[in-house]
């Protein structure tokens, strides 16, 4: 069975100092990857999703980037982080073809 | 383009009451539908989808839902509810293509009171 890992679970970080957030997804091959944020009674937004190694598309303009640097790895990070970067992280992963999102556990990550 | 509208953000019940979670939909195109579930500090697990076939889909937990495409929706239902049923419920939405993105509602936070 696929199973999906994110870490850390929790970070606090000062303002402008960098950010690299981590999820990894075991049993598939060739997933789609995303990257969410949810903050305080906003939802879930898209920041990023990919459909391969290499390939990034980015949802939200902002401080933030990814990267893809395995199949089954996707990576979240910010050279200078702010104030408003803070909340709960999730990443997902869908099975080409089919599209159904799994979910990661989420990171929490509070900015100082 | 598509969007999700939740119509509560919150809904109070009473142990072993009935409940229904509102979400309408909108789309040009065919349309697959999702609801999550996610637990204090969690993740989100799925409850629940409608890619075609019957319109009426059970899940798991003892929830269901009805895809009406006339009136754009896909409310969530329960018969009885229980404490642990208190969470935050997000549907979504998905239309044919080719990026598999989905759309999410801003969640609707369900309370079991004893």
């Known amino acids: 069975s696929q199973t999906i890992h994110q870490w850390p679970a929790t970070l606090v970080q000062p303002v402008g100092s960098p950010l690299s957030l981590e999820c990894t997804v075991e049993?598939?091959?060739?997933?789609?990857l995303y990257w969410y944020r949810q903050a305080a009674g906003r939802g879930l937004q898209l920041l990023f999703y990919?459909?391969?190694?290499?390939?990034i598309s980015s949802e939200v303009p902002q401080n933030l980037s990814a990267s893809r640097p395995q199949d089954r790895q996707f990576i979240l990070s910010s050279k200078k982080l702010l104030l408003s970067d803070s909340g709960f992280y999730l990443c997902?992963?869908?099975?080409?073809?089919?599209?159904?999102?799994?979910f990661g556990p989420g990171t929490r990550l509070l900015v100082l | 383009a598509q969007s999700v509208t939740q119509l509560d953000s919150q809904v109070p019940v009473f142990e072993e009451a009935p409940v229904e979670l509102r979400c309408n939909y909108s789309?040009?195109?065919?349309?697959?539908l999702f609801w999550y579930v996610q637990y204090p500090n969690q993740g989100l697990q799925l409850l629940l989808k409608?890619?075609?076939?019957?319109?009426l889909v059970k899940g798991i937990n003892g929830f269901e839902a009805e895809f009406n495409k006339s009136q754009t929706s896909f409310h969530l239902r329960k018969p009885s509810v229980h404490i642990s049923d208190t969470a935050e419920y997000f549907c979504?939405?998905?239309?044919?293509?080719?990026?598999?993105?989905?759309?999410f509602g801003k969640g609707t936070l369900l309370t079991v009171n004893p």
């Open positions: 049993g598939t091959s060739n997933p789609n």
């Open positions: 990919s459909v391969g190694i290499g390939q």
């Open positions: 409608y890619l075609s076939g019957s319109t």
């Open positions: 789309s040009s195109v065919s349309v697959y």
């Open positions: 997902a992963w869908a099975a080409e073809n089919r599209g159904t999102q799994y």
């Open positions: 979504a939405v998905r239309s044919g293509g080719s990026n598999y993105k989905l759309t």
